[in-house]
Each structure stands twice: as structure tokens, then as C-alpha cells.
């Protein structure tokens, strides 16, 4: 890789995360960590980082003391990103720890991921001349719920399907007519007979004629007590 082009990379992201600074310090994370130097280095990376590319630890004070080291780890690192990944995953891995697509994850101070890779991207190609595209996001996954689901009616049965409905042999109508004519036939025959004499009525009973005085003590019978109030 040219010079220009590594140059062109850690000016990009050290614009981005410090100004330049090799001295700079980040806030405290929730974790308790906090970010190195002019790349902004997470402190928890430093001793496996500065290992991977000068072949020793550092600790966090002595790197941000060293800027031969800083730049160091940054190439490496970053550099190895970029190669395997291209530009605008380089800058989302190195912000965010993951690939740039469907990654919308944002920082303390409420940055973005795709925020990042367009200010790293724009940095890049002022300094190379180049221009970078950032690929396009993951499409916003489909509620399936929403969509109204298609129903398809079931093919009719074949006559000669089990389960298909045969036609009956005498429907419930046609009962209720035999039964129907069966009982006309029947009033018909009992009005042929000749007519049997009526049995003569009973005598009525005669009843015996109540006087006032009986008549008064039925209604107290019927009413009781009450009839002082009713009448």
C-alpha cells in the first residue's frame, strides 16, 4: 500500500476522533473504559493490539505517550480492515466493532454508525481525490402481520370422494307429506260412518238461594281482615 494512502487513512479517522491528537482522551464508557490517543483506542485493546503489531505489550499510559505506536497499531489494524473488508467497513469496524450493513448503532454523543463511515469516506476521497461509496444499508425487514393473507377456497369434492354428499333417498319434506296425506285419508274415513247419537247433558245441580246475611259472611270469608280497608 502507498504512503499517500496510509497517510490519507489516519488523517481521515484521527479528524474524526481527535483532531489530531495524540494526547487525547475519551470520556468513560458504561464499562468503565475509555479511548487512547489520536485514533481512539479503546483501553481493553491496547495490550493485544500493540502486541499484534510491534511485537510487545504496551499499557494504556505508555501508549498514549508514544506516537510512533499509535500510528503503528493504526496501520496495522485499520490497514487490515480496510484490505480484507474495503474502506467503508474498515471505518464502521473501527468505530462500532461490526460490518457497516444493517449496523446503525451510535456512540455517547449520539453518532451513528453510517454517520461515521460518511464523514470517514468524504475525509478519505478529499484527501486522495478518490471517490468512496458507501454501500447501501440492509432493507428494513417486512412485518409479515400487516400483510393480509390470501385464501384459496378448496377444489369442490368428486362424486366419488368419500367424503363427498349424497343425495338422499327421502328428504324430511317428503315425510312430512306422506304423514300429511296419511291423515286426511284417515278424517276422510271416520266422516263416511253413520252419526252416533250425543249422550244427553246432565241435569244441572240446583243451588240453594243465599240470604244477605250469608252473603255478608262469604265476603268476610274471602277478604279476612282486609276488608275494612277495600271497602
Not at 41 to 46: E, H, Q, R, T, Y
Not at 78 to 107: C, I, M, P, R, T
Not at 146 to 169: C, I, M, R
Amino acid at each position: 500500500m502507498s504512503g499517500d494512502r496510509r497517510l490519507a487513512r489516519r488523517n481521515a479517522i484521527s479528524g474524526i476522533e481527535s483532531g489530531g491528537n495524540y494526547s487525547a482522551l475519551g470520556p468513560v464508557t458504561k464499562s468503565g473504559d475509555r479511548a487512547y490517543g489520536r485514533y481512539q483506542v479503546m483501553g481493553a485493546n491496547i495490550p493485544s493490539w500493540t502486541q499484534a503489531a510491534l511485537g510487545r505489550t504496551l499499557t494504556p499510559s505508555e501508549f498514549l505517550s508514544s506516537p510512533e505506536a499509535q500510528d503503528a497499531v493504526f496501520d496495522h489494524r485499520f490497514g487490515g480492515y480496510a484490505d480484507k473488508h474495503g474502506e467503508d467497513n474498515a471505518a464502521s469496524l473501527w468505530f462500532s466493532g461490526q460490518l457497516l450493513k444493517g449496523n446503525n448503532a451510535a456512540d455517547q454523543l449520539g453518532t451513528t454508525v453510517p454517520e461515521y463511515v460518511r464523514k470517514y469516506l468524504k475525509a478519505l476521497g478529499s484527501d486522495t481525490g478518490e471517490t468512496y461509496t458507501q454501500i447501501a444499508s440492509a432493507p428494513p425487514v417486512q412485518d409479515e402481520r400487516s400483510s393480509t393473507p390470501e385464501y384459496v377456497s378448496a377444489p369442490p369434492l368428486q362424486s366419488d370422494s368419500p367424503f363427498a354428499e349424497k343425495p338422499q333417498q327421502e328428504t324430511i319434506w317428503s315425510k312430512l307429506l306422506n304423514s300429511g296425506q296419511a291423515l286426511a285419508q284417515s278424517a276422510q274415513a271416520q266422516t263416511a260412518q253413520p252419526d252416533m247419537p250425543m249422550p244427553a247433558p246432565a241435569p244441572a245441580m240446583s243451588q240453594p238461594q243465599q240470604t244477605p246475611a250469608q252473603q255478608v259472611s262469604l265476603i268476610d270469608l274471602v277478604f279476612g281482615n282486609r276488608r275494612n280497608r277495600l271497602f
